[in-house]
């Protein structure tokens, strides 16, 4: 969603920022939707964006006015002049403005010789590819749980299997053989995650922030919830394709009750207790798990007050993502830093006038390469109900 701050002043955007930053009272949580919710948080992102955004001019144009007290007035410098002087880093604004403004379409003859002496790839500026990134982990709750890798290629990563410590008591003088440990090997390899975008050609009237908030929201919003869906669902690398078994790492229940949830934190080795999370889809959460008490009466699930996102299930923290399936209540139980997972590729983003020639339209394209498996299927555990 875009939201017009260009007429907003500093102090009333602060003042803004300050009103959504507050802590939202359990009544009017309760009577938000998950698309109130999520335009909340992407209004106050969008408005820190524009602070930053003012501040970073405001300091550009203290520098032009020391510039020009000091006698080195900037204005007579060429374009050119001052894309040399900065060689222009991947990292710098000078190179992240001119990438943006050469999507929309809107390169001037000297910054278009200025961006192809700079870059001969396309390449995704450092600070469009953070914000990709965040908001890839914003939308996509287990990009944050995983262990996530950024390597390029194929990745063959090692990870503890099985620990024997029947040899760790010493005798003196004598002789030990080494642990029969074992170690797991996961294969990571890279697939294709694109989204394709139509917008008429009125792109090229928007502000660079603009136009950069509009590319994250749509490209990576869309690229985080297919890999997101990839992480739990793949037939082949999802959590949802480990082998289950009952009783072994899987209760399957008609109306799951407290002893069902028991159950099944009982099946979890302790050794992952620590660090071990439930993951759940809304819809089963508060339809079916958030409704089950104790023997006491009180109920198993306490929300989290202060985000209104997840809290604790048993006084495990719960993790409430969309792309768990809620056909069968699927609740999952485990540590989720087992499931290994790489992003080879950063999203690249490519435009084409040509294909939406007769829309008078531009074509966006967003790709990244992914792949993910889980490493110690032992570490993940789920319950499933056999009714809707």
Known sequence: MKFDL???SVDELMERQQLLSAEIPAEERDAMTAEEI???GDELEAIKAELEAREQAAAAAEETRQEVAEGND???KTFEEKVEEKNMEKTSMEYRNLWLKNLQGTLTEEETRAYAAADDANAVPQIV???FFEKMKKLAPMLSEITLLRVAGNLKFVAEGVRNTADSKHTENSANSPAADTTVYVQLGGFEFLKIIQISRTAKLMSIDAFEGWLVNMLAGDIARAIDNYIINDSTNGISAILWTSNTNQIVEATPGYGDICDLIALLPAAYDAEAKFLVNKKTLYTKIAQIVDSTGNPIFVPDTVTGVGGR???????VDDYVVSSNGSLY???WTDVVGNLSEDIHVDADESAGFTANS?????????DSKPAKTDAIVRLVSTTD
């Open 6 to 8: 260009t007429n907003k």
């Open 38 to 40: 999520e335009e909340r």
């Open 74 to 76: 900037p204005v007579i």
């Open 129 to 131: 590819s953070d914000k």
């Open 313 to 319: 299930l048993m006084g495990y923290p719960v993790v």
């Open 333 to 335: 139980l485990g540590r």
């Open 362 to 370: 531009i074509m966006y394209r967003g790709v990244a390469v992914f």
